[in-house]
């Protein structure tokens, strides 16, 4: 079709693709790409309705995000490198992150809080170079006789408190309470 006869106001620029409207109207993309531009028109933006913020970029492999929000993996990918957001890695030492991994988290509440084994939290730090925390170092300040001791298991305490489950059975067994039995 040749461009002196489409009524270019009538078209509907800007909320198709341009490609998808120049082989609707068999004229060139940059014909379609002028003459919206001329009216100040933006391009097609596809996946407009995603809240890209809201989105765990990086998080996940870029082709699982794009199947889970019906979008292409390219554009999973371009909203990641816009705001910076390094690509998922499987290494769960790259996951957490030095900040976390030297830190006086307990490996438990890390393995908790990113889905992974102690031992997959132990060997991140041991990777990086950061030494076991010591939560009975953590843990010196609490009032442990506000804390359920042997009502609960040691473990179900620790991981409230965010230290070891060492520095729970200490605390219990110089106040001389009996472990917890479950309901027997």
């Known amino acids: 079709m ?3 006869t489409v009524n270019w106001d009538e078209m ?3 909320k198709i693709p341009d490609n998808v409207l120049a ?8 014909a379609v790409y002028l003459q919206r531009k001329k009216r100040g028109i933006a391009a097609y933006e596809a996946y407009t309705d995603i809240n890209w913020d809201e989105v765990p970029l990086g998080d996940a492999l870029d082709s ?5 929000y019906g979008c292409t993996t390219g554009v999973v990918k371009q909203q990641r490198v816009m ?3 390094a690509r998922f890695s499987w290494k769960i030492a ?3 992150g030095d900040e976390v991994l030297s830190s006086h988290v307990t490996n438990g509440i890390l393995a908790q809080r990113f889905s992974c084994s102690e031992e997959t939290v132990s060997r991140a730090r041991r990777e990086k170079g950061f030494a076991r925390p010591h939560g009975w170092r953590r843990c010196s ?6 804390w359920p001791l042997g009502d609960t298991t040691d473990g179900q305490i620790a991981r409230q408190i965010g230290c070891s489950k060492v ?15 479950g309901d027997i």
């Open 2 to 4: 040749k461009q002196g």
């Open 12 to 14: 509907p620029l800007g």
């Open 23 to 30: 082989k609707e109207l068999d004229c060139s993309r940059t």
């Open 64 to 68: 699982t995000i794009a199947q889970a």
């Open 83 to 85: 705001r910076g957001i």
């Open 94 to 96: 790259d996951r957490i």
């Open 141 to 146: 300040g609490i009032n442990w006789d506000e």
């Open 167 to 181: 520095s729970v059975w200490k605390a219990r067994k110089a106040r001389g309470i009996p472990a917890y039995q």
